[in-house]
């Protein structure tokens, strides 16, 4: 069923999250589908891939939410709708998100999904999924409403100790940022119970949301990384909180149960603030989220 969108009007977000959902499964199932296959490499770089099946996910996504609400842009990692930047709300799409791990055969990677909507202080996450077709694990979040895993509420860890925690570190692609992460690497190594290195950013934060890790921190992700799995972290009543960096779309993050933040030595040296993604570099205060409070 359509639903043209008025231009001034953004989607009603349950709606949205059904659409979103929809979509995301979809494309799984082509993820899992492929994932022992030989797969087509569109491009290969030192320390990135990028798949046909990566372009074939985003053209399925796009499709499927065009289907529900043909007027919404989507700027994905695959490909950018120019009309996505002037959007009253547009999709956040990262069709494979853990590409490398994927293209391995390796089943840790996701689909993730964000509506954002156009605020005076730019672009917010309002519906958030991430979609691991490999662990069939479905998380989702309404921006004021308690984040799910599988339908039921999932909630952020409660340890508050850095030394017991499991903090999950990103290894990125560019020079800058693999610097940034050896740094975090041999600074955080004997403060935590154990740092694990997976591969997806979505999946980082959708573990830091439901009590997997307690922490992630990367120092060079793109929007469409975390668009979805940020808000899920807020909706868990976590902390998630990004710097922006020279580039479009491109930030330094850590994410966590909030209750650790203060004590990861990465929010201490880069002086981070708490600010949410925007197009142009506004930001805006973030704090722990009430929202597990709510339904
Ligand atoms: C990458 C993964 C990886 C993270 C990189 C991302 P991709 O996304 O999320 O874990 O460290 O920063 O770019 O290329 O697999 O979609
Ligand atoms: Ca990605």
Redesign the pocket.
Known sequence: MSQPLLSSRPPSNTRALAAAVAAAREAGELMKKNLSRAKQVNESHQH?IKLEL?VQCQKLITRALATVFPSIPVLG?EGIDAASEKAVARWVV?P???????AYGIPH?AVSIALEVRTEDGFKSEVGVVYDPFMDDLWTAIRGKPARLNGRITQVSTRARLDESIVSL????NQD?LQAAQADFLELTHRVRKLRI?????L?LTYVACGRFDAYV?A???L??IAAGGLIVECAGGSFVTHSLPGEHRYGLIASNGLIHDQIPHARTTGAKLKSPSPKGKSQTRTRSKSQTQS
């Open positions: 990135d990566d990692e990262d494979i998100d853990g590409t490398v791990n994927f990677a990103g290894f990125a692609k940022s997976m591969g997806s950013a979505a980082a990367e060079g992700v793109r469409w990384d």
